[in-house]
């Protein structure tokens, strides 16, 4: 199977510490992959440095054997690139004035020309997937309402249906369901492993929630410090190998199921 990610001693330093100490990483194409950590682990530093937002201070990676960033830079043909890599945000990251219909359809922004980009038009095709898009997430109904009126599980749907319209092979998702309700983050998660599962698409998703990690993704990859600590079975993540693991920030994992309480 091929590479859809492919990390090389990758490392990123701030001010106040070393937020990505060496990493390397190999994610096959089609897996669904869980990032877990405690705050301040590294998981949405990697995240921004997979989808080039951000650049690291050495190593390479790869995306659908693309390279994203080497060497400390970015490269110039990121625009491009980043089409093929959906990226869902905690905070959702909907354009709250505009109606969901329209936050949805700029996920067709990087396949765009500049002048259709910023004129933000749209074809009577694309507004059709768009809205097939919103179906398939189950808010249909909600495509004039302004995004600023949905619930935080509804935006996050929309987020969703933006990376089904974007044709996102890889999609990449920042702690999705850290500001939801119990039954919306099931079905967020439930909509990620169906676009995992019916789309082909690659999903490496960052969770706080062990039992999510554990429910939804066959893989997971555990960090502490910047530093990836397990690369393994879901199904292998025991209290006691949490526990040997962070030690005391063990209870940074919120939201566990009763057995890792």
Known sequence: MSLAID????????????????????????????LIGASGSGKSTLLRHISGFVAADSGEIRVQDQVIQQGGKIVPTIRRLRAEIGFVFQ????????????NVLTGLLYR???????????????RQQAMEALAAVGIEQS???????????????AALARCMVQ????????????????????????????????RGCTVVVSLHQVEFAIKYCPRTVALHKGQIVYDG?????????????????????????????
Not at 171 to 190: C, F, G, H
């Open 167 to 198: 044709r996102a092979k890889v999609v990449l998702a920042d702690e999705p369901i850290a500001s939801l309700d119990p039954e919306s983050a099931r079905n967020v998660m439930e909509l990620l492993a169906t676009m995992n599962r019916d």
């Open 91 to 102: 905070q959702f990251n909907l354009v709250g004035r505009l109606p969901v219909l329209t």
């Open 143 to 157: 495509a004039w309402q302004r995004a600023a009126t949905l619930s935080g599980g509804q935006q996050q749907r």
């Open 233 to 261: 079975p879901s199904s292998a993540l025991t209290p006691a190998l949490l526990s040997d693991l962070y030690g005391a920030d063990v209870g940074d994992l919120h939201g566990l199921a009763p057995a890792f309480a």
């Open 112 to 126: 765009s020309s500049l002048w259709r980009s910023l004129l933000m038009r749209f074809s009577t095709a694309e």
């Open 7 to 34: 990390i090389r001693n990758l490392s990123k330093s701030f001010p106040s510490c070393k937020a990505l100490d060496d990493v390397s990483l190999l994610i096959e194409a089609g897996e669904m992959v869980a």
